[in-house]
């Protein structure tokens, strides 16, 4: 099946990625969102890293992320010319570090894992780490760099998004849609705050929102919340890190992300608390506490804005990217942690799909995979 109209829901980065490359490529797209790009897009950190992030058991993830990582230059490449702005990519790289022994020990342990899977990385002290980042603090004593782990300003890409998709002909239209329609065998349209919409074809990419638009896509995603800090470093303070620092510190994750313009995003909580998007002061402690053990110097730059976004967590962790219920209904969600890393790849798989050629990449992502559990229909 192929289609010629497509209604996205959400306008986060999966949906104004996809909305994009379909009005792009010649399809009629309209994008349904109350409130563009303002939702877990744009509280992210932007980090790109498949390879510093991984964990054993989630190979699946790691190689949709090494996939995904490897189209970002030439999709953010193309979303510049498109948009006529920048898409905000950074190319330095990321280096991973831990403080204490447990935490070391851990690094090691990922590294062997890595190692295991094929993929090197370069193992520093605590000394060579300094050289390549002088912000790191002397309480950090080991780690691993990561030159290919990238990183984008979600807030730069979200602008450019936009306008690529204004300027691939796509329209966006702020209303809040309730669920999709259909006739027990194939889409029939939207119900929306404004009334009903006739569809051919719907893609679902409403992030923690998504459950709630199909009965097919009911417990399949749930919403994870994660607090952030934006942080600007005040002149005369020790300038940020160039490279994205992801740290453990006494086996807690925290992350700073450098923007071009100073600024360090420090990131993130990450809780179950339904769809609680309230900043905790025990996030903010945890997050500033950490991330100073590692960057010491933060303690003198501005605290801008403090913000929790809720990502889209699926039952495996894997997105869900296909076709799932009624004829014409798509998916792309549940993206979890990753879905500024997956955007390039679930854009690339989103377009197969209405070309009638699916994506082989992103098999692991198929959402058959719940239906045959029993879930969906
Ligand atoms: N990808 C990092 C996060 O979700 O916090």
Known sequence: MTYTRLTVVGAGVIGLSCAWRAAAAGLDVTVLDPAPASGASRVAGGMLAPVTEAWPGEEGLLGLGVESVRRWPGF???????????????????????????DRAELDALAGYLAGL????????????RRLEPAL???????????GDLAVDNRVL?????????????????????????????????????GDLPAECVLVCAGAHSAALHPALHGLVRP???EILRL?????????????????????????????DGGLVIGATQTETG??????????????RDAERVLPGIAEYALVEAAAGLRPGSRDNLPLLGALGPEGLLVATGHHRNGILLAPLTADAVLGLLRGEPEPAVAAADPARFAAAGHGR
């Open 118 to 129: 094929g993929r090197e990385v370069q193992r520093l002290g605590g000394r060579e780490l």
């Open 158 to 194: 979200l602008a450019a998004l936009r306008a690529a998709v204004e300027r691939a002909g796509a329209a966006v239209r702020e209303v809040e849609v309730h669920e999709v329609l259909d006739d027990g065998d194939r889409v029939t349209g939207v119900r929306t705050a404004a």
């Open 76 to 102: 953010a490449g193309r979303l510049a010319d498109a948009a006529g702005r920048p898409a905000g990519l950074r190319t330095e790289g990321t280096v991973v570090v831990a403080t204490g022994g447990g």
């Open 224 to 226: 994870v919340k994660g």
């Open 275 to 288: 769809f609680d998007t309230e900043v905790t002061v025990g996030g903010v402690r945890d997050l500033l």
């Open 232 to 260: 600007a470093a005040r002149v005369g303070a020790f300038p940020p890190p160039s490279r994205t620092v992801r740290a453990l510190v006494d086996g807690r994750p925290v992350y700073a992300v450098p923007r071009d």
């Open 137 to 147: 603090g002397p309480e950090v004593r080991g780690g691993l760099s990561v030159p």
